[in-house]
């Protein structure tokens, strides 16, 4: 999926949505979801956590 994408969405189709941070010279990270669409929308197949944890 991308900017500009004329495809149509429908049940049965699989996509990821990948987010992410990146500090050139540090790290980076990504969180990925993996989503099917239904026929009463989307369905993510992962249901990790997305709380923010401090490590100090």
């Not at 996509?15 to 790290?27: D, H, K, N, Q, V």
């Amino acid at each position: 999926m991308v900017e500009g994408e004329q495809q149509h969405l429908v049940p049965g189709m699989c996509f990821s949505i990948e987010p992410g941070i990146y500090l050139p010279g540090r790290f980076g990270v990504r969180i990925e979801d993996i989503v099917t669409v239904t026929e009463t929308g989307g369905r993510r197949f992962n249901n990790t956590p997305r709380d923010l944890t401090v490590v100090s």
